[in-house]
Nanobody, 122 residues
């Protein structure tokens, strides 16, 4: 029932920054945690990071290495993924997801957006 809509992706050069947005139709106990995942062509969907609506707790995948930041605006039911110092290997479709509990596993999330593509050229 929760709907998620991502935006902000695009074509950029290596070293550039993008801010992705994920607008949720509602914020309930079924999406206490908002996750960001990405999927490159021909590869599996992988965890990027997650944030909790309640206290803003964040957790990131190891490969982020400080380049990405997740934040939220509860008044707008929106979470953000700030992508800095983008590299070619960051090229992927980025998805946001909502789940009841903290998880790094895609299958644990119940709600998914359609994704927003990020293409980084070198």
């Amino acid at each position: 029932q929760v709907q998620l809509v991502e935006s902000g992706g695009g074509f950029v050069q290596a070293g550039a920054s993008l801010r992705l947005s994920c607008a949720a139709s509602e914020r309930t106990s079924s999406n206490n945690f908002m996750g960001w995942f990405r999927q490159a062509s021909g590869k599996e969907r992988v965890f990027v990071g997650t944030i909790s609506w309640s206290d803003g707790y964040t957790y990131y995948a190891d490969f982020v290495k400080g380049r990405f930041t997740i934040s939220r605006d509860n008044a707008k039911n929106t979470v953000y993924l700030q992508l800095n110092s983008l590299k070619f290997e960051d090229t992927a479709v980025y998805y946001c997801a909502g789940g009841r509990r903290f998880s790094r596993v895609a299958d644990a999330y119940d709600y998914w957006g359609q994704g927003t593509p990020v293409t980084v050229s070198s």
